[in-house]
């Protein structure tokens, strides 16, 4: 599956507030201004290490030659401004590829933190996980103190696997929280829900 096509898919899903599009160099500072914001950046493993325009631009681009990532940018509907980014990461290990999960990264820009942006990233991806990928497995995970998003998974129903301990140091230790959605569980449930965020 190309990027064109899943492009296309995240498109054809007529989210109520955005769309997606695969990220743009155009992108880039507007990214990295937020990644770089220590009120967006306290939760990120990435931490307090500065980024520039050039480390962001060869991660993207090693992310994207690898094929082990679908990256994406996303828009308000109405005012076409970027609001965040967000992907669905593979494993690169031939052995891993086998088990068919992928992992979400999702990141909303720190002004539009609690507008619906969040819900719709997960929405998508999750989405385009089981519809395009086939996928067996989504699977993803948050700071303990990001409440925000923990809110997201809940309301989404999504199935809290357990906790990695102290798997996270910015002057203290903390936990990180892990949640996944198997296949059968989007079929029978989780697809459902997501209807509510979709237009008819």
Not at 31 to 57: A, T
């Amino acid at each position: 599956m190309n990027c064109n096509n899943t492009h296309d898919f995240l498109l054809s899903l007529n989210l109520k507030n955005s769309y997606f599009k695969e990220i743009q160099i155009s992108d880039y500072p507007k990214i990295i201004s937020w990644i770089n914001d220590p009120n967006f950046n306290k939760f990120l493993y990435q931490g307090l290490n500065h980024v520039s325009n050039e480390s962001f631009s060869k991660q993207v681009s090693d992310e994207k030659s690898l094929e082990d990532a679908k990256i994406f940018s996303q828009f308000n509907k109405l005012t076409n401004q970027l609001v965040g980014w967000c992907g669905l990461y593979f494993p690169t290990s031939k052995i891993y590829k086998s088990v068919k999960k992928a992992e979400i990264r999702s990141f909303v820009g720190t002004e539009f933190w609690g507008q619906g942006y969040g819900t719709e990233q997960y929405v998508a991806l999750v989405t385009m996980g089981f519809e395009v990928f086939n996928l067996n497995k989504v699977f993803f995970g948050t700071h303990q103190d990001n409440i925000g998003i923990q809110k997201i998974y809940q309301k989404l129903n999504f199935f809290k696997e357990g906790i990695s301990r102290q798997d996270y140091f910015r002057n203290n230790f903390a936990d990180i929280y892990r949640y996944s959605i198997l296949q059968n569980e989007y079929h029978e449930n989780i697809k459902k829900i997501f209807e509510s965020y979709l237009k008819n």
